[in-house]
């Protein structure tokens, strides 16, 4: 906030009041003489802010419900401003150009229109479509922030920022982030445009709008009270519908109006054209009247100004701006050349960086890779010495695999040899068995025999001692009763014992006979039991070897050893049974 305090030339005359003038970036308060006019304040205002076209702007403040603007020519005090201390003024363009480009030659002026349409945009005193309100918002933001950097402009860096219309927010269903988005996609594309470019795109765009640089004011026709809205701008006078600020139904341009007069309330435009019908409309209030002759009076010298060879001062002023921005634009350059060759040495520098990292990583990795190939080395060496050590005790083990293998194939030709005499006495051994069979059979028989042969005897001597009693009691019958007990008793004793003797010895005869050939038999089979039992150890002692060569072939059991070990299996069990039925016939025969 700037203050300054003009003193009078005289010391009599120093009698000051107080104002604040308020511009669309800044606040400023004043002394002021009595006897100033709007001029002098004016003037000091746009000296303070270094403005030189000052033919766009003015003071205004407000009066009742409406606004007024300082005249240049009047004294301060004396026109219709606040009684207020200090006195509120605001500096605001008062006139529109027709084309920014061509016609805002300094910085301030362009800087100043550019924040007073944003606000009339934002405030929706101008329309605009959402469209241009986001392309609009992105310059705005260009023209604060500078150019978009994804790395310090992160998302909800526009959070306190005001860029779009309420109107605008409310008429689509979007998060606040979701606005801000579309704005940074505009944004990032506005690389490298400084902040003036900026604001002058924005003015650009802004000055197409329908409503850019109008000031409308109620009015009625003259003879129907119908109401209407008349519009004043750069390009002449309009006549809206107060429903349709946009479009007007009828359009005074300042060529084609010849004079604007008014009485009172009443207004009169007449057209160049003497033919057309003059326009006649009502104001229904004298300071709004008088607002409108000012506006009418003040664009219609733009409007002829600019048709005109520009005056001396503007032509230096152009000049001076033509050079100011020549000499930017060469400062520009040679920042962005500067700023380009800083960009590039960082990056070389990020670069030389990112190569010494890798190169350090890369040489620390060769080193590790170095100790674990040395570590491997050393490995690999003693897996050599282990390996060689293994190969001579395999070798070794091969050799000996090769002697035993030399060795059981002795063997398997002894054990063929020795399976062939096993088959042999297994043959002779079932020859046996099935001779002792056929001898048990025989036995048997002769033993049923026998045993009838001995009934046939019991009852040839039961028949016989009963004929000798009964020849007995026939021829002596009374004598010696006694006597003759005695000696058929003694005679059948001995009847029975001679029988008995050479049954009994026959008997004997056969048992012994029978325990002898049994003997045998229990001889034969304990041999062929053992032979059995040593052929079955040797088989589980050719196994074990065979396992322990993992080397050499897979151990090999031939087939018909293990056939020829079931059929001996197979005879001694028949042996068995043999001998079984031997042991039941010598219990039989005892």
Known sequence: MFTMSILGLKKKQAKTFKVKVSTMDAEMEFSCEVKWKGKDLFDLVCRTIGLRETWFFGLRYTVKDTYAWLKPDKRV????????????????????????????????????????????ILDEEIFCSPEASV????????????????????????????????????QYQMTPDMWEEKITAWYAE?????????????????????????????????????ELLLGVDA???????????????????????????????????????KKKEVFKFYSSQLRVNKLILQLCIGNHDLFMRRRKV????????????????????????????????????????????????????????????????EETADLLAEKAQIAEEEAKLLAHKAAEA??????????????????RLMEQKMREAEQLAVKLVEQSERRLK?????????????????????????????????????????????????????????????IERERLEYMEKS?????????????????????????????????????YIPHSNVRNTRKLTQHATIAMAVFLSINVLNKCFE
């Open 190 to 226: 506005h690389r490298n445009i400084t902040r003036d470019e900026a604001e002058m795109e924005y003015l650009k765009i802004a000055q197409d709008l329908e409503m850019y640089g109008v000031s409308y004011f109620s009015i009625t026709q003259n003879k129907r009270d119908t």
């Open 402 to 419: 090769e002697q035993e293998r030399q060795r059981l194939e002795v063997t398997a030709l002894k054990t063929k040899e020795e399976k």
């Open 519 to 555: 003997k045998h038999l229990q001889d034969q089979l304990k041999e062929l039991k053992s032979e059995i039992e040593s052929l079955k150890l040797e088989e589980q002692h050719q196994a074990g070897l065979y396992s322990l060569r993992s080397y050499a072939e897979p151990p």
């Open 235 to 273: 390009q002449g006078l309009h006549i809206y519908s107060p429903s349709n600020k946009l479009s007007p139904n009828k359009s005074f341009p300042w060529s084609g109006i010849r004079n604007i007069s008014y009485s009172e309330k009443e207004f009169t435009i007449k057209p160049l054209d």
């Open 446 to 506: 002769e033993a049923d025999h026998l045993k009838q042969d001995l009934n046939e005897a019991k009852d040839a001597e039961r028949r016989a001692k009963q004929k000798l009693l009964e020849i007995t009691k026939s021829t002596y019958p009374v004598m010696l009763p006694d006597r003759t007990v005695d000696m058929a008793s003694s005679i059948r004793m001995d009847f029975k014992n001679s029988d008995m003797k050479r049954l009994s010895m026959e």
């Open 135 to 170: 392309l609009l918002a992105s310059y705005a933001v260009q023209a604060k922030y500078g150019d978009y950097d994804p790395n310090f402009h992160k998302p909800g860096f526009l959070a306190q920022d005001e860029l779009l219309p309420k109107r605008v927010l409310m």
């Open 77 to 120: 005090l004396d026109q219709e401003v606040p009684k207020d201390s200090p006195i509120t003024f605001h500096f605001l363009a008062k006139f529109f150009p027709e084309k920014v480009e061509d016609e805002l030659v300094q910085e301030i002026t362009q800087h100043l229109f550019f924040l007073q349409v944003k606000k009339q």
């Open 310 to 373: 520009d005056s001396i001062e503007v032509q230096q002023m152009k000049a001076q701006a033509k050079e100011e921005k020549a000499r930017k634009k060469v400062e520009r350059q040679i920042l962005a050349r500067e700023k380009q060759m800083r960009e590039e040495a960082e990056r070389a520098k990020e670069e030389m960086e990112h190569r010494l990292f890798q190169l350090q990583d890369e040489a620390r990795m060769a080193n590790d890779a170095l100790l674990r190939s």
